[in-house]
Nanobody, 117 residues
């Protein structure tokens, strides 16, 4: 059974940085992409960034220039470097993964990021 496990969330002051990590564990078939979404209280889950293993990375305009996504296909890991954090970045951040072998994306349990003003 495949699981996605996020880590790295926490409380940070505005202007600070955090680095989120996510690893896919279990009996794995080849993963095509991994990415991040976030959900603020009372709001929908929004896409943040995706990296295609062997391909390119894309980042939402709302965080472009502040956030960066990277990954390691050999380790089935994805990272989200978040800089210049703002209070509006406060949300639960979810890792997801998918591809040809996983047509229904996998999801992690989420990690809380809180940015204080």
């Amino acid at each position: 059974q495949v699981q996605l496990v996020e880590s790295g969330g926490g409380l940070v002051q505005a202007g600070g940085s955090l680095r989120l990590s996510c690893v896919a564990t279990g009996t794995l078939a080849r993963i095509g992409y991994m990415g991040w979404y976030r959900q603020a209280p009372g709001k929908r889950r929004d896409w943040v960034a995706t990296i295609a293993f062997g391909g390119s990375a894309t980042i939402a305009n709302s965080v472009k220039g502040r956030f960066d996504i990277s990954g390691d296909s050999a380790k089935n890991m994805v990272y989200l470097q978040m800089n210049s954090l703002k209070p509006e970045d406060t949300a639960v951040y979810y890792c997801n993964a998918g591809g040809f072998n996983y047509p229904d994306p996998l999801w992690g349990q989420g990690t809380q990021v809180t940015v204080s003003s």
